[in-house]
């Protein structure tokens, strides 16, 4: 069974940072690219960072400098380390594996002082 799950979610004031997880399973982790996704209240998801099996990695402009994707295939384990949080980035976490095409449930972000 396909699956992932997110977690690492919180409240933190502007300025703070956050570590994602996003642990995965029934799959072959170390030859899928995995990509972070956000939705916030009202918006469309939109794709916030793309980590491929050599980890090699794409941002979107939004998050460029500040947030970091990580991997480590021994765990089968990815990570997005977020820097700088900002109230925008307030929205919903999710992990995507784009082989089967599974989304994790998601982890809330609020960026609130």
């Known amino acids: 069974q396909v699956q992932l799950v997110e977690s690492g979610g919180g409240l933190v004031q502007p300025g703070e940072s956050l570590k994602l997880s996003c642990a995965a399973s029934?799959?072959?982790?170390?030859?899928?690219?995995i990509h972070w996704f956000r939705q916030a209240p009202g918006k469309q998801r939109e794709l916030v960072a793309t980590?491929?099996?050599?980890?090699?990695?794409n941002y979107a402009d939004s998050v460029k400098g500040r947030f970091t994707a990580s991997r480590d295939n021994a765990k089968n384990t990815a990570y997005l380390q977020m820097s700088s949080l900002q109230p925008e980035d307030t929205a919903v976490y999710y992990c995507?594996?784009?082989?089967?095409?599974?989304w994790g449930q998601g982890t809330q972000v609020t960026v609130s002082s």
């Open positions: 029934g799959f072959q982790f170390s030859i899928t690219n």
């Open positions: 995507h594996e784009s082989y089967f095409g599974q």
């Open positions: 980590i491929t099996p050599k980890s090699l990695t």
